[in-house]
């Protein structure tokens, strides 16, 4: 059985959100209220997602 690598939180954020609905790491940070470096660094895999940032994500995405 093979096993599948894992995939950091960033990842999803980017190809699953960001890249497809044209959204910048400045531009969600600035609607997030919280600063870029944090995005970028959850993208980058640098970073986990707190739960705070969870749920401005949620709220920001509609979930």
Request: net charge positive; no cysteine.
């Amino acid at each position: 059985m093979k096993k599948l690598s894992n995939v950091h939180p960033g990842e999803i954020l980017y190809y699953e959100f960001l890249e497809p609905l044209e959204i910048t790491a400045y531009r969600l940070s600035k609607a997030l209220r919280i600063p870029q470096t944090r995005i970028s660094e959850i993208i980058k895999g640098k970073r986990r997602i707190t739960a705070d940032t969870a749920l401005r994500l949620s709220k920001y995405f509609g979930n």
